[in-house]
Nanobody, 125 residues
Framework: QVQLVESGGGSVQAGDSLRLSCAVSGRTFSNLHMAWFRQAPGKEREFVSSISWSGRTYHADSVKGRFTASRDNAKNTVYLQMSSLKPEDTAVYYC???????????????????WGRGTQVTVSS
């Protein structure tokens, strides 16, 4: 059973930074493609960033230059470093994982089989 546990969310001011973490257990982490999604109230879940098993990253245009995904295979953990946060970044952030080789870089939630429960990020102006 693959488990993903997010942490690091919180309430910050616009312009601040946060780093989210997602600890993975139950599967060989280095073989997983990882991603971050977010969902604001009343909106659909949207792609934020992904990082393949090889470390290649992809970011949504809305966060490019501000957010960076990274991974530490020794710690079975993926990170999302968020800087220059804006009120529109307010959402529940979810970590997702896929073992499929076709999921690398995917921005579709349907391509990820495993999900965490999410962590709230609130950015006030």
């Amino acid at each position: 059973q693959v488990q993903l546990v997010e942490s690091g969310g919180g309430s910050v001011q616009a312009g601040d930074s946060l780093r989210l973490s997602c600890a993975v257990s139950g599967r060989t982490f280095s073989n997983l493609h990882m991603a971050w999604f977010r969902q604001a109230p009343g909106k659909e879940r949207e792609f934020v960033s992904s990082i393949s098993w090889s470390g290649r990253t992809y970011h949504a245009d809305s966060v490019k230059g501000r957010f960076t995904a990274s991974r530490d295979n020794a710690k079975n953990t993926v990170y999302l470093q968020m800087s220059s946060l804006k009120p529109e970044d307010t959402a529940v952030y979810y970590c997702a994982a896929s073992a499929s080789p076709f999921s690398a870089g995917s921005s579709s939630p349907n391509d990820y089989s495993y999900w965490g429960r999410g962590t709230q990020v609130t950015v006030s102006s």
